[in-house]
């Protein structure tokens, strides 16, 4: 919700997703509404736990690199 107001001075005339979903939330929430926030919400999911397994598997091989090298 801290991106509306930024987004709402920064781009004039035209219209956003994150003024869009603000705008369609005083009306009411729609099932578009409930599609586009499930879909932001997945994919946020599903990059954490890409990120997290990525670094966890470079981050438990570091110590075994490191008795290689010795």
């Known amino acids: 919700m801290d991106e509306i107001a930024v987004t709402f001075f920064l781009i004039g005339r035209d219209n956003t997703l994150p003024l869009e979903i603000w705008g369609r939330l005083r009306r009411g929430i729609t099932p578009e509404i409930n599609a586009i926030s499930s879909l932001i919400f ?11 397994r990525l670094r966890a598997r470079s981050v ?10 010795l």
């Not at 997945?42 to 997290?52: E, T």
């Not at 110590?63 to 090298?69: D, F, G, K, R, V």
């Open 42 to 52: 997945a994919v946020s999911v599903l990059l954490i736990a890409v990120w997290y």
């Open 60 to 69: 438990s091989s570091a110590p075994q690199e490191l008795l290689e090298n």
